[in-house]
């Protein structure tokens, strides 16, 4: 008669007895959160939408018809902006993408040395110039562009290119998220290898140091190119000939002239759609970066 062995570890099955799955714990959604949030997606999309249908329509249909009732006159507004005093609208945004691009990048390299070695070195009032960094995160840029304008008009670099970009090199903010970034993601053992294999200090912070900081350095570069963008005061400040301004100048420029000729409210409106549409298209491109950057930054700080 055959018998059956029966492995001691393991336990018989239990008849008559319903396994019941363990219960998990369900978050109910926050009503009032979720409406606080509907209300403030409404509040930040309308101006969008609005910017969206306005730009359709011709300068007749602006303010005599549904405020989104959308209309065909996109493209002939886009060629009345385009025709303007010979494609001016066109050298607005070339000048917005040198300030923006140059400046951008100019000011991470600035921020990924000063925070590294904020972070990485020792040396006498090191904690001095980090608070006075710090401080300079609350001062307002608006209060800046006077005495930056002044020093700039000594040594005669007002209405020029540099008058722009200078300025824009230095981001108390991008400094003080490039020590964070650098104190959390660059250890100080591969550092110490590094120098023990014999490479020089500066080997160490190109070779090693940045591609360990580059998600946080994208979004340095992407804060400071909005940044820029946006900016009004300052080349406003700075710059005289219209032919240097960038964007949000000239934009305004046109706005002024609304006043007097109100078809130009339409190749403002148009001008002001075209201007988002390369931060789009950067977000959407360096997007894989900075969204490992900040999910990393929630659990590092």
């Given at each position: 008669m055959a018998t059956v062995l029966s492995d001691p570890t393991v336990a018989p099955p239990r008849t008559g007895t319903v396994r019941r799955r363990p219960r998990v714990a369900t978050?109910?959604?926050?009503?009032?959160?979720?409406?606080?949030?509907?209300?403030?997606?409404?509040?930040?999309?309308?101006?969008?939408?609005?910017?969206?249908?306005?730009?359709?329509?011709?300068?007749?249909?602006?303010?005599?018809?549904?405020?989104?009732?959308?209309?065909?006159?996109?493209?002939?507004?886009?060629?009345?902006?385009?025709?303007?005093?010979?494609?001016?609208?066109?050298?607005?945004?070339?000048?917005?993408?040198?300030?923006?691009?140059?400046?951008?990048?100019?000011?991470?390299?600035?921020?990924?040395?000063?925070?590294y070695g904020l972070a990485k070195f020792v040396f006498p009032g090191k904690k001095a110039v980090f608070n006075v960094i710090l401080a300079g995160v609350l001062v307002p840029g608006v209060v800046l562009a006077i005495p930056q304008y002044l020093l700039l008009a000594k040594v005669g670099l007002t209405n020029t290119y540099w008058s722009v970009l200078l300025p824009s090199t230095i981001s108390p903010y991008g400094i003080y998220l490039a020590r964070i970034y650098a104190a959390a993601s660059v250890p100080d053992d591969v550092i110490e290898a590094a120098r023990t294999d014999g490479a020089r200090e500066w080997r160490v912070f190109s070779s090693i140091s940045v591609p360990m900081m580059m998600p946080g350095l994208v979004t340095v570069f992407l804060f400071q190119f909005v940044a820029i963008w946006n900016n009004f005061m300052l080349p406003y400040i700075m710059l005289g000939n219209d032919r240097l301004f960038p964007i949000t100048v000239g934009?305004?420029?046109?706005?002024?002239?609304?006043?007097?000729?109100?078809?130009?409210?339409?190749?403002?409106?148009?001008?002001?759609?075209?201007?988002?549409?390369?931060?789009?298209?950067?977000?959407l491109t360096l997007q894989r970066y900075w969204q490992v950057d900040l999910a990393a930054g929630a659990v590092k700080a």
């Open positions: 978050a109910r959604p926050n009503r009032l959160g979720t409406v606080v949030l509907l209300i403030g997606a409404l509040y930040c999309l309308l101006p969008v939408a609005w910017v969206l249908t306005a730009s359709t329509k011709s300068a007749n249909e602006l303010f005599s018809t549904l405020t989104f009732a959308p209309s065909t006159h996109l493209w002939d507004n886009i060629r009345q902006l385009s025709a303007y005093r010979g494609g001016l609208y066109w050298r607005w945004m070339a000048n917005t993408a040198l300030y923006a691009g140059v400046g951008a990048l100019a000011s991470t390299l600035v921020s990924a040395m000063a925070g934009l305004s420029g046109l706005l002024n002239q609304g006043a007097s000729q109100p078809a130009m409210y339409t190749s403002v409106i148009t001008g002001a759609l075209l201007s988002v549409v390369p931060l789009g298209a950067l977000f």
